[in-house]
């Protein structure tokens, strides 16, 4: 490996302003850090056309950032760009007889956070969101970025043009149906860095949120997985937190915060947090990391208590209801840092399950009758219950967060989104028509599944963690579930023949075609793309694998086991 040594020759690059030299970057939770040669923060999309291009004739990989909050190496590159200064904002109402929706193109380095407070001041608000706003648009429409709703896709489907960057340093504007559009939403930046992003936004809106205590088992007993996908449906907006714990009766009639909200008027912003409720906020991320600890190092046995008696903190006094503002009720409070790993596994209409296509089943041989997201959830759940030998073993953090997506159309989705329009056989594809939709109601939903492990001091987790996880995906990567990983979260590498089961043969390929054709000498594809999405060094000199061997080993506790799924 040569190390890079930056030169006068660069000087070439008409940058406003100079690349900074080895930074050390490190990713909100520690969990992976980085030093690249040179850290770009370009100011326009004719500055990062010249550095791709810069890049591509000294064959340096480069990868661009948003706001560092993903756990996955997703940004490990020679090179490294900003987004911070595309910041853009440019509102369109439409008027009030007008079927066209309000638009906002916005910068890519814009934080959700400002472009919250920003289309609030038009009363205008983005129809979802994830659980926080501390990221980037650009990686929001680039990572396959979601919020909880069976009644929308993720939060980049309302995505319906972007200015691109690519790899070759031509800057494009694709829109909403067109390849490059389906192959850059939810894509990783695999074919270029996005600048702007026009939305899709909404009159602005308020919810009405409501907190009740349920036992999650109730739900899962359903073998077509009817009774999950009716609560999924219950309200517009609906998320699960499942505490595994090991309390006595009648303490463990339920073990799960149901979290569901409906539309209200817009009300007024909530007021700023006092400082009193900072500190009680505080002393409880301390204590609860206290308790983590000792379960995490001395006792993991002892992590069913502490869920129980965390999980009654949370859920006395429910059932509870709040009103806020859509964007501030959407956030939730992640605590302090953490390793997630997040996968969707499908939740279809229980009236078409028999027709989902697995890679088991064939017209003679039908699928399994029980929902992938039950096939799933019963066995994992009971794994990491304390009371299984697995679970008591481990020590699973609470809460499990479970939230759901609407699949995309069929054939106008991203290709590489873990909402995309699920596979099914040809003759329902006829019966549900061209984009894939059911009746009125029947819509497909995959469900999102995430164990959180939090990892309190930034201390890397014990080794136990480590199998855990392969379990966890081992159980996801079974033909009969079918799951697929969000890209911008920590996860294994993945087959060839995996990959085109998650997506589709015919998607992969399609990513990779307009992948290679916007990026000729595989400048942004690094050797985690490679490992994750297989198949985009192929068939060029100097495959990415080998190109890749020049980036260097990546550093960062998790992502050094994270390397093998072995
Ligand atoms: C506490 C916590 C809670 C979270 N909750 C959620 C949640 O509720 N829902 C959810 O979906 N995710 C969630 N995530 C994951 C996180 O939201 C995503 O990883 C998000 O994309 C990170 O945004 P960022 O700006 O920090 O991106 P970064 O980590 O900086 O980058 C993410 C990826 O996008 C690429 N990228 C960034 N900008 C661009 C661009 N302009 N063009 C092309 N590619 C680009 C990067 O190369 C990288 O691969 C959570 C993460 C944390 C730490």
């Known amino acids: 490996m040569t190390a890079y040594t930056p030169t006068t020759q660069d000087v070439f690059l008409p940058l406003k302003y100079a690349p900074t030299t080895s930074p050390y970057l490190r990713n909100w939770s520690s969990t992976y850090n980085h030093t690249p040669s040179l850290f770009f923060q370009p100011v326009s999309?004719?500055?990062?056309?010249?550095?791709f291009r810069a890049a591509k004739e000294r064959g340096k990989k480069v990868r661009v950032v948003g706001e560092f909050n993903s756990p996955g190496p997703g940004w490990h590159g020679e090179w490294i760009i900003s987004t911070k200064h595309f910041r853009t904002v440019q509102i369109t109402r439409s008027s009030s007889s007008s079927s066209s929706p309000h638009l906002a193109l916005l910068g890519s380095g814009l934080t959700l956070r400002e472009a919250n407070a920003l289309l609030a001041s038009y009363s205008l608000s983005f129809t979802t969101i994830g659980s926080i706003d501390c990221i980037a648009l650009g990686s929001c429409f680039s990572g396959p970025d979601h919020g909880t709703s069976a009644y929308h896709s993720l939060i980049s489907s309302s995505a319906r043009a972007v200015t691109i960057v690519t790899p070759d340093g031509e800057v494009r504007r694709t829109k909403r149906g067109e390849e490059l559009f389906r192959a850059a939403g939810?894509?990783?930046?695999?074919?270029?860095?996005?600048?702007?992003?026009?939305?899709?936004?909404?009159?602005?809106?308020?919810?009405?949120?409501?907190?009740?205590?349920?036992?999650?088992?109730?739900?899962?007993?359903?073998?077509?997985?009817?009774?999950?996908y009716d609560l999924a449906r219950s309200e517009e907006f609906v998320k699960i937190w499942h505490f595994p714990h090991s309390l006595p009766s009648p303490l463990n009639a339920t073990d799960t915060i149901l979290w569901r909200a409906r539309r209200v008027p817009f009300p007024p912003a909530s007021p700023p947090p006092s400082y009193f409720s900072l500190l009680t906020t505080w002393l409880s991320h301390v204590l609860h990391g206290l308790l983590i600890l000792f379960t995490m190092?001395?006792?993991?046995?002892?992590?069913?208590?502490?869920?129980?008696?965390?999980?009654?903190?949370?859920?006395?006094?429910?059932?509870?209801?709040?009103?806020?503002?859509?964007?501030?009720?959407?956030?939730?409070?992640?605590?302090?840092s953490q390793l997630v790993n997040e996968w969707t596994v499908p939740l279809p209409h229980p009236s078409s399950l028999s027709s989902l296509l697995s890679s088991q089943s064939s017209p003679s041989q039908p699928s399994s009758p029980v929902s992938p997201a039950l096939q799933f959830l019963r066995p994992f759940l009971t794994y990491i219950h304390p009371s299984s030998p697995t679970g008591h073993a481990l020590g699973m953090h609470a809460p499990v967060e479970i939230r759901f997506s609407k699949c995309e159309r069929e054939g106008e989705g991203f290709w590489l989104s873990p909402a995309a329009a699920l596979p099914r056989r040809k003759g329902?594809?006829?019966?549900?028509?061209?984009?894939?939709?059911?009746?009125?109601?029947?819509?497909?939903?995959?469900?999102?599944?995430?164990?959180?492990v939090y990892t309190p001091l930034r201390l890397p987790p014990p080794p136990r963690f480590f199998p855990f996880f392969?379990?966890?995906?081992?159980?996801?990567?079974?033909?009969?579930?079918?799951?697929?990983?969000?890209?911008?979260?920590?996860?294994?590498?993945?087959?060839?023949?995996?990959?085109?089961r998650m997506f589709g043969r015919e998607n992969v390929e399609e990513y990779h075609r307009v992948r290679a054709g916007a990026d000729r000498e595989g400048t942004v594809?690094?050797?985690?793309?490679?490992?994750?999405?297989?198949?985009?060094?192929?068939?060029?000199?100097?495959?990415?694998?080998?190109?890749?061997?020049?980036?260097?080993?990546?550093?960062?506790?998790?992502?050094?086991?994270?390397?093998?799924?072995?």
């Not at 984009?435 to 497909?444: A, H, I, Q, V």
Request: with cysteine; glycine share 14%; proline share 4%.
């Open 470 to 500: 392969q379990s966890f995906e081992s159980l996801l990567r079974l033909p009969s579930v079918s799951g697929r990983p969000h890209w911008a979260k920590a996860h294994f590498p993945t087959s060839p023949a995996e990959l085109a």
């Open 428 to 452: 329902e594809k006829e019966e549900k028509g061209e984009k894939g939709e059911g009746k009125e109601g029947e819509d497909d939903l995959v469900m999102w599944v995430e164990p959180i």
């Open 297 to 336: 190092w001395v006792w993991p046995g002892a992590q069913g208590y502490v869920n129980g008696v965390l999980y009654w903190m949370a859920a006395w006094g429910l059932p509870k209801r709040e009103v806020k503002r859509g964007y501030e009720a959407m956030l939730m409070d992640c605590k302090y």
């Open 525 to 566: 594809w690094t050797r985690w793309m490679e490992e994750r999405v297989p198949g985009g060094g192929r068939g060029k000199e100097g495959s990415a694998q080998r190109e890749s061997e020049r980036e260097g080993k990546r550093t960062g506790r998790w992502e050094d086991v994270m390397g093998s799924r072995k």
């Open 45 to 51: 999309a004719q500055e990062i056309a010249s550095i």
């Open 186 to 228: 939810a894509g990783v930046g695999g074919v270029g860095c996005v600048v702007e992003v026009e939305w899709e936004v909404e009159e602005a809106f308020g919810l009405e949120v409501t907190f009740e205590r349920i036992k999650l088992g109730e739900y899962l007993k359903d073998e077509s997985g009817k009774a999950l």
